[in-house]
């Protein structure tokens, strides 16, 4: 014989057959995903009465602790202190003092379960509890997509692969309880009409009967707890499932979300989403093209060379070239938005620039660094090129730090750039054809290079090592705490390498053999560290890593003839090209009085120009005036400009 208990039962307080507060309900998340809520929960102030519900035998009682009980038939009252006058075997009508409520302020009643083995049941299905009124739907408040089995979640609506689904909701009733869990959950996709469904409704769960507590973590998602529910929508109970978007085509959807209490009120959110195919692949870096300061207003510009798989950009900062930090990215910097600008830009102090582009994949990939360039408001509007993509990489940053002038890298190159640093550091990756052609033409109209790296040398073409520099490569060997010395112009010249570069790799020494270029370094074991040919230079080591870095730097900027450029105070002296993004800044002479500057273009025509005096120096702003070369001419000063953008 089946016994269904489907009868009314009253309220477990006084008055028993009026509607009462409901603070917490059936199969709610207990501790941190640690059970699920086996009844419901009613709140009565401390030593309120508590009424049984049933005519029935005590088949239990336990008066001490939190968790205080008794249990009459199949129903069971919690955080109550069992009436003194009652034992177990006693009987108990409805209506009868069951006992009163401990400190918790709460009965929690449960139906169902104990030493009869009955199951344990939802309190508010239709024929039990009543009366029972609840007008007020659950809300669904929050939607969140992981990737399957994981704790990944996306960082936008735009999803590929497996997925699970959580939603944050939670219900209340007309007479209070307003963060209790709800009853039912489901979802569907649908098209963006939010009616033509693309796949069946999945009916996730609901909670007629208590399901076992192994399963908790399939119903409630990390973040739940007692009083916050995180629901996988796109489980089942007992099993751990998912949402393939391979079951639609690429494109745009909806997710529609459902969840009801068990009363039929009911609360629906259309979640927007686009299915896009999964993609592993980063975008091209960019390249920072422009970088100046005018006013105190930044202005960076950058491109790309393939745009067709770029969403956006993030620019990076730091103000000492191994730290970064974005503050701007993508959802401000879209594809074709290459130009920031940021006022005011602080004075006295350095601050570096890379940008990366990032796709439109659901996970972002997220391209190499740009070259990166750094710049300074209180000195020469000169920007420092980084030719190693490498966030962190602080060569640059320590061959730079003090000197008024920053080179540019191949990126941008021309026939009239003074000098090129070219820095390559521990990498193996040579220079492409093209810009090897580059640097040779930049080197017979009088350009000034120097060429520096380990790795590197083995795998440059022979004959424009040759041609270039006048040395061959010999070989490569790794010789710790290496000891240097110069010779020829470089004589008096002597440093110790360090073991490892700036991220701990190990560097491999590059030795030489001189053609038609002299030795002016060589190894403490006598191989050829640097060699010099007429206008290059090309050494084998990394030069940025050699600490401190003055001595050296100086004595390369001598041999070049850079008289220009100093660690020290500023020299008056400029080199024969002046290379210029946007503006130039000058010394102002001893007596004070700003200089009278004139700027021509190559047909003697004078150009319009903004001068700007900043403490001791003269800022020349070339904003309007068209990429070319000009000539300035002051009192003290007679130089070749190259204005590029």
Known sequence: MVILFLILYPWPLAPQDEVHRITGTFCECRGERDHFHNGIDIPLTENGEVLSVSTDIVLGLDPSGANSWIRVGRFAYVHVVPNPDLEVGDTVHVGDLVGVTNWLNHIHFKDGGGALGTKVVNPLLTGRLSPVIDNVAPTIAEVRFYLQGTNTIFPSNRLTGCIDIVIRAYDGMDYGGWNNGVYKVGYQILAVDTVTPMTPYFESYWFDTLPNDV??????????NTSTYYYYVTNHIDKDTFWNTAAVTPGDYVVGLYVADIFGNQDTLYKQITV??????APHNPYIVDAHIEGGELYLRWRMDDYSDVLGYRLYHSFDGIHWECHHNETELSVFDTIFTFEPFPGGLTIYFYVTAVDSSAFVNESDPSPWVGMRYDTPAFTIWSDVVAAGYPGVVKFTEGIELGFSTTCELDTCTDVIIYLKNNEVGQPDTLTQGLLYGFVQNGGKL?????????YVDSSWLDTMFGCKYLSDTIIPMVELYGEAEFAGIDFTLPATNWCGDTLNLCMLEPTSGEPILRYSTGDVAAVKKANTMVFGFPIEEVDPIDTLRSRIFEVLGLVGISTGETNTKLPRYIIVRDCIVLPIECDGYLPSVVI???????????????????RISFRGIPPGVYFLQSPHYKVKVLLIR
């Open 276 to 281: 896009v195919p999964a993609d592993t692949i």
């Open 450 to 458: 120097v060429f520096s790296g380990s790795n590197v040398l083995q």
């Open 600 to 618: 021509y273009d190559v047909l003697g025509q004078k150009l319009p120009i903004s001068l700007q005096r900043q403490v001791d120096k003269l």
């Open 215 to 224: 399963y908790i973590n399939n119903v409630y998602a990390p973040g739940s």
